[in-house]
């Protein structure tokens, strides 16, 4: 089995969003941000070759929306999906299945495009199977006000729309040393795939914890829906994180790709951080 880290695109978001009730003063040690109070962010996917199936968890924001839309989102430097595949030694053809954490714009746009003469949104992984929860489906096609702006309909119709799709019901097993597990603070439905290679278990954490710097267990995302529950779930998952030696794979952050988990008196840290290839 090989698990490889694809980076879909970089851009900035705001960092007081970010950490929520935390202020700046306290975060900012932790996660750099500029004048303007913007944080470098990273949109990382998880590419799992399995030998049998090859498959991509998340696929980053893509590029569908119009320059209004991305003027907001400060994308720089030149990694792209597509060619993060290309250089790890595969194409948009290879992948079997897609799999969404969920569906806000920044982890399912790069699953679709537009065709030749942008009327419709089409699939860009044509062989893949693409997989969601069905509790964030239902989620995402009748949204709440709060996060009504993260489900765009041109990311959803081609989902939806297009086959085959697998709706996930509940957690469990997905493939043979894959498990998928269901969080709900940040949105509901949120899926968490649990990889075992050997004797190591790799967490791909997406937005249950975004960096690094969200380890400590109140430092939550003002972009949680629930953030109590993140509460709750967070700290049964980095006690049993610490117990079972998980490494974690972070979704969203640039400076740091995976960690493995202390709590020494001092809260939850990273023990050990760095690349994913310095794990396995």
Partial sequence: ??????IAENWKADGGAAFGVVPKTIWGKLYPADDDNLQKIT????????GSSLILFDTGMGNKQDEKFFRYRYRFGTDNLFENLKYAGYSADDVTDVVFTHLHFDHCGGASCWNEDGSEAIRTFPNATYHVSMAQAQWALHPNKREAASYLKE???PIFEGSPLNLIEKPGPFLPQIDLR???????GQIIPFIHIGQQTIVFVSDFIPSSAHLPLVYISA???QPLITLAEKEEFLQEAIEKQYILVFGHDYF???????NKGKGFQAEK??????FI
């Avoid at 949109?43 to 399995?50: G, I, K």
């Avoid at 269901?182 to 509901?188: A, E, K, P, R, V």
């Avoid at 740091?256 to 202390?262: D, F, G, K, P, R």
């Fill in 182 to 188: 269901l969080f709900n603070g940040h949105t509901s």
């Fill in 1 to 6: 089995m090989k698990i490889i880290s694809i």
């Fill in 155 to 157: 990311n959803l119709q």
């Fill in 43 to 50: 949109s990382r996917c998880l590419l799992v070759d399995t």
């Fill in 256 to 262: 740091n790709e995976a960690a493995t988990v202390t």
């Fill in 273 to 278: 951080i760095g690349k994913l290839t310095e």
């Fill in 223 to 225: 972009y949680d829906t």
